[in-house]
Each structure stands twice: as structure tokens, then as C-alpha cells.
């Protein structure tokens, strides 16, 4: 809602820190079960012109990119038995952070599903620097286009795949304004002001925010019983991503706990 997002930016006028763990696309693997394929919608989060003030647009796009992890689709029946094999599902990036940033610094691979990408706008003031990226091999589609199992069966030709390193995680730093500053004086702030006892600040002096196009980072998998797999395990693979030591280093850094340098594993 309108006054929640006010609260939001209020809190971060006031030094408040955040991490913004966003799908700005409507996608899911529960919607290929039943069906051959679904369009791309966009999410509606009424977030948008929020983030674009602070300097992050999240496109209505998913990431399709030739590093990815499999997943089991069915390739027939043995008797009345379906049968699955595991093919490179293209939606499901699998991003090995290149950034010297204390967050990723030698971070192993992280999973992300349906990620989309993340442009860099407004104040120049705000300094952003990417934590995740997609590979060198990668492209997007918009709005219009279909999600479909077919990809697996007609893949696309490597020479399509032309968009390197596209942003799925931005860090963001410095002085930001609040989107309500020239509504100051409107019924609207006036109104929420006087509900909430918060003290309106037109802008804050430095900020730190993370947004990564991607909700589904921070989501555990689970079996068929119910047992819930570890952040990040892969549970088609056996493979253990990085998912949870990303976060909790944004979430220290975001804190400003200074041990993330500490911990860094040096590889040589």
C-alpha cells in the first residue's frame, strides 16, 4: 500500500538500512505442470517508483542464461510409470560472483530461479556497484513472451545469448531523497504523519540498500514429506549454492559488522 511504501522510505531517510528481495515477474515451475506454457506478467508491487528514486529499475524481464542448473523434465512411461531425465533449464541462472565487493568476495555459486535484471538510474551521487551478474552468455525477454518446456527441445541458437553480465543484485550507497519530497505538504503525507508519529525527512545524508531481482533466492526447497532443504540446496542435483552466505553477508554489511573481510576464504 501507499502508506507502508511511505513507511519504507521514512525508515530509510531516517539511516535505516534494506534489502529489497523482489520478483517483478509472475513465474513459477507449478504453472508447467498442467500446461505447455504461460506468458510473462509482470509482478505489480506498487514499488517501482520507489526503487527508481533511490536509483534501481527492475525490468519486466526474465534472465535466460547458458549457465544454469538442470531440472527434471518428463521424457515419456516405462509401463504407467512417467519417466524424467535432467535438462539445462535456462531460467534457473546459476551466477559466480566476479566482484571484489566484501559480499562475494570468492562466494561460490549462488542459484537464482526466474531472476530478472536491474538497471542503474538517477542520482550519480548514489554509488552502485553489482554484486551478481548473469554470464558472459545470457539474454532476456520481455513482457509478451512465453515461458515454455519446449526450449529444452528447440534451443535457442548460442549467437541469441548477446546480453554479458546482466545486473541481478545491486548494492546502493550514499545520499538518497524520499520519493514524497515534493508531496511534503500534501494531504496524503500530512495525513500518514499524523497517524504514525513518524517525523517526515525529505532526504537522507547516506543510505545503504540491496536489491536483487530475484524472491525466490531466499526460498527454501522441501520433499514430498514436507522436510525443508537448507537455503540454497538443490535438491534435483544434490548441489549446496551459496544462497545463505550471500545474505547473511548483506544482512551484516547492511548492519555494518565489519568481520565479512575476516571471513573471506582467500583461494590460490
Same mark, same amino acid.
Given at each position: 500500500s501507499e502508506q507502508d511504501k511511505f513507511i519504507i522510505d521514512q525508515y530509510a531517510m531516517n539511516g535505516g538500512a534494506v534489502l529489497w528481495l523482489i520478483d517483478p515477474i509472475i513465474a513459477a515451475m507449478d504453472s508447467l505442470r498442467a500446461r505447455e506454457?504461460?506468458?510473462?506478467?509482470?509482478? $505489480?508491487?506498487?514499488l517501482d517508483d520507489l526503487l527508481f528514486q533511490y536509483g534501481a529499475r527492475l525490468n519486466k524481464n526474465l534472465i535466460q542464461d547458458v549457465q544454469c542448473a538442470p531440472h527434471p523434465f518428463s521424457t515419456g512411461f516405462m509401463g504407467n510409470v512417467p519417466q524424467f531425465e535432467l535438462f539445462e533449464w535456462l531460467y534457473f541462472p546459476i551466477a559466480l560472483p566476479n566482484s571484489s565487493h566484501p559480499i562475494v568476495n570468492n562466494m561460490d555459486a549462488i542459484l537464482l530461479q526466474f531472476a530478472s535484471s536491474i538497471d542503474t538510474v538517477g542520482n550519480s551521487n548514489i554509488k552502485k556497484t553489482p554484486l551478481l551478474t548473469s554470464s558472459k552468455y545470457a539474454r532476456s525477454i520481455y513482457t509478451g513472451a512465453r515461458v515454455s518446456h519446449?526450449?529444452?527441445?528447440?534451443? +535457442? =541458437? +548460442?549467437?541469441?545469448?548477446?546480453? +554479458?553480465?546482466?545486473?541481478?543484485?545491486?548494492?546502493? =550507497?550514499?545520499?538518497? =531523497?524520499?520519493?514524497?519530497?515534493?508531496?511534503?505538504?500534501?494531504?496524503?503525507?500530512?495525513?500518514?504523519?499524523?497517524?504514525?508519529? /513518524? $517525523?517526515?525527512?525529505?532526504?537522507?545524508?547516506?543510505?545503504?540498500?540491496?536489491?536483487?531481482? !530475484?524472491? $525466490?533466492?531466499?526460498?527454501?526447497?522441501? !520433499?514430498?514429506?514436507?522436510? /525443508?532443504?537448507?537455503?540454497?540446496?538443490?535438491?534435483?542435483?544434490? $548441489?549446496?549454492?551459496s544462497n545463505k552466505k550471500f545474505l547473511m553477508n548483506c544482512v551484516e554489511y547492511l548492519c555494518g559488522i565489519n568481520i565479512l573481510e575476516a571471513n573471506s576464504k582467500t583461494v590460490t
Open positions: 506454457g504461460f506468458p510473462i506478467v509482470p509482478m $505489480d508491487l506498487n519446449n526450449i529444452i527441445k528447440n534451443k +535457442p =541458437e +548460442p549467437g541469441m545469448f548477446n546480453q +554479458p553480465n546482466l545486473t541481478t543484485a545491486l548494492l546502493m =550507497e550514499g545520499p538518497i =531523497e524520499s520519493l514524497y519530497k515534493s508531496r511534503s505538504n500534501g494531504k496524503f503525507v500530512k495525513a500518514v504523519k499524523q497517524s504514525t508519529g /513518524i $517525523d517526515f525527512k525529505t532526504a537522507s545524508i547516506g543510505s545503504k540498500m540491496i536489491v536483487v531481482a !530475484d524472491g $525466490d533466492i531466499i526460498k527454501n526447497g522441501f !520433499d514430498r514429506q514436507g522436510n /525443508i532443504y537448507p537455503c540454497g540446496f538443490y535438491k534435483y542435483t544434490g $548441489d549446496q549454492f
